[in-house]
């Protein structure tokens, strides 16, 4: 809760029980929100994607290949293991840290 947002009883929070609700959310449905940002750009601004918190529980080593294939070529993170860990997702999926498809050559 943040500073101006009482914190709930746990007792009034119990009353709601837990929750059973499941989202899935699919890489291409992340790739269109992604594309749709990037047509909004002029065609020389990069549209990076923001892939820390390993893509916010996403899983960002299996949506960041979708995202290069698409034609994104710059992600943030928010350390530098997360980066190491994508580099890697990358390599293993046949694309270079620079976003390029290796797995032709």
């Given amino acids: 809760?943040?500073?101006?947002?009482?914190?709930?009883?746990?007792?009034?929070?119990?009353?709601?029980?837990?929750a059973d609700s499941v989202i899935t959310i699919s890489p291409q449905?992340?790739?269109?929100?992604?594309?749709?940002?990037?047509?909004?750009?002029?065609?020389?601004?990069?549209?990076?994607a923001v892939?820390?918190?390993?893509?916010?529980g996403l899983g960002a080593s299996q949506l960041a290949p979708h995202l290069v294939d698409a034609g994104c070529r710059t992600f943030f993170v928010m350390s530098l293991d997360e980066a190491i860990t994508l580099r890697g997702?990358?390599?293993?999926?046949?694309h270079d840290a620079n976003g390029h498809d290796t797995s032709r050559h």
Avoid: C, H, I
């Fill in 89 to 94: 997702a990358l390599n293993d999926s046949g």
């Fill in 1 to 18: 809760m943040s500073a101006n947002q009482p914190e709930l009883p746990a007792a009034l929070l119990s009353a709601f029980g837990r």
């Fill in 51 to 56: 892939v820390k918190a390993d893509a916010y």
């Fill in 29 to 48: 449905a992340v790739v269109a929100n992604w594309r749709y940002l990037a047509s909004l750009s002029s065609p020389t601004t990069e549209t990076a």
